[in-house]
């Protein structure tokens, strides 16, 4: 079946632009969740979203990043006016929905600001 | 913050032979999971162990959990070109699972 999947694959902008990050979890699951991976480093988590609660947001990293997920399925990540450091590849996962779930991972957005 | 940390950071090994990484991590834990990560790209899951389990096989993969001294150790048998990668382990005390910075694995032919 259709995994994650995340588009675009690779985004260049420059800096103080805005940028838009798409997701789409697999089918049927309802917890999603953002992550980021600077280079040589492990995940960074961002954002959780579970069915119509509200989202758990404590590992976004500034007021300049946002996310939303509408009918609880398909979420976009928004960074406005990016910074350099902004640079990573951002993760989205989907779960059945428990929290000891496992979480599948689409390839990622490679994001690079200049 | 990261919980989980890997070890070695770096492995090389000739195909065919054994290749051992190591996690330790930091808190109470529901579960543990290792995956793997192909050119720094998507994620693939490779096996979750309970904290209630000690050992889980998955095809030439195993995985050992010691709650007591908070760490787990993956370790691949039979290594082929294809299990070059970064392998992370990740820990989930709630549902956000906390990943430490990997093992790079390189297979050489």
């Known amino acids: 079946g259709a995994g994650v999947s995340q588009s675009p694959s690779n985004k260049v902008t420059e800096k103080g632009k805005d940028v838009e990050l798409r997701c789409d979890p697999i089918?049927?699951?309802?917890?999603l969740y953002w992550y980021r991976q600077s280079l040589g480093q492990g995940l960074e988590f961002l954002i959780y979203?579970?069915?119509?609660?509200?989202?758990?947001k404590s590992g976004l990293p500034s007021d300049r990043f946002s996310a939303e997920r509408t009918g609880g399925s398909v979420s976009t990540l928004t960074i406005q006016r990016t910074q350099q450091e902004d640079s990573a590849v951002y993760l989205c996962?989907?779960?059945?929905?428990?929290?000891?779930?496992?979480?599948?991972f689409g390839p990622g957005t490679r994001l690079t600001v200049l | 913050s990261q919980q989980g940390e890997e070890d070695p950071q770096a492995l090389s090994i000739q195909e065919g032979e054994n290749a051992t990484m190591n996690c330790s991590y930091k808190?109470?834990?529901?579960?543990l999971q290792w995956y793997r990560q192909n050119s720094g790209r998507g994620l693939v899951h490779l096996i979750l162990?309970?904290?209630?389990?000690r050992e889980k096989h998955s095809g030439r993969l195993r995985v050992t959990l010691d709650t007591s001294k908070k760490s787990s150790s993956l370790l691949i048998t039979a290594s082929r070109a294809a299990d070059t990668a970064s392998y992370f382990c990740?820990?989930?005390?709630?549902?956000?699972?906390?990943f430490g910075a990997g093992t790079t694995v390189t297979v050489r032919a």
């Open positions: 996962a989907s779960s059945p929905g428990s929290n000891t779930d496992t979480q599948y």
């Open positions: 089918s049927g699951h309802t917890a």
């Open positions: 979203f579970q069915g119509n609660s509200a989202p758990d």
């Open positions: 808190t109470s834990i529901n579960n």
């Open positions: 162990i309970r904290s209630n389990e």
């Open positions: 990740a820990t989930n005390p709630d549902y956000k699972l906390s």
